[in-house]
């Protein structure tokens, strides 16, 4: 099903196949404002949601609750590209008698297809990678068409579906998908693998690294490590900000999925709602820095990085 966004995805697959006294297990690091429509807006249409730690599974089992109809995440997350085992969680909530839904943006169809890990539903903002160039807004929903029944009536009668001309964007991003991502990664790697060895950096957070938590877990659900790559740099917010003034070529944006890369300063701007003691908690500093790793040469991106050579 298409929707005029990714929020439209969410908010579509939720009032589909939830109801009011229904309960929700979502992961505490999925998009900000998944947790603002999760937190504020359905919590006042009688729906609850407890957060959880994407990777504890000890923590999902012990919030399930007999009326618990929907586990939802995301894999990797933002900012801290955590990684979760698809397939676990697809048993335990099926063991619960609920539905596993994964917002898929990140890696995108090219690179991970939770589906064939067990998955019930996917759920896509094609306005990042499926785009690719930051032109339109557009979601997806994806999953078993009997499943999905009620998804595409809400969406008949509501009305947040997708534009017949942001359709035909879409289609056109498609086509290159595979290839822009497969790009995109071999990028993300190579500066990944650089900034581990800048003076300017304390640590590097992108599933393609060894030194990557999740790494084997994360061979092995996706086709690669993805294209976002996040950092600590050493100096805190202050050296943070420096690093992002001084960049030329890359955009400093909130936004992802871009064939330009894009920086953001995370603490300040994307998780800024977020308070400081679960930003902490989160592991999220305030010398967090993510990149969206565009389709540039690796080159200039590392020269615009320059700083972190000092
Ligand atoms: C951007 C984003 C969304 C929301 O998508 P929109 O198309 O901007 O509404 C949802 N989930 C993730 C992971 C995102 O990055």
New binding site residues.
Partial sequence: MATS????A?LACVMGLCSAGDHVIASRS??G??VQLFSNILQRWGLQTTFVSLTDAEEWKAAVQSNTKLFFV?TPS?PLTEVCDIGLLAELAHQAGALLAV?N??CSPALQKPLGLGADIV?H????YIDGQGRC???AVLGKKDLLEPVYGFLRTAGPTMSAFNAWVFLKGLETLYIRMQAHSKNALALAQWLEQQPGVARVYYPGLPSHPQHALAMQQQQTGGAIVSFDVKGGKEAAWRLIDATRLISITAN?GDAKSTITHPATTTHSRVTVEARAAAGLGDGLVRIAVGLEHVDDLKADLALLSL
């Fill in positions: 966004s990714g929020m439209a969410i999925i998009f404002t998944s995301e933002n917002d943006c990140f759920i903002s094609a306005t990042k807004l557009g979601g992802l």
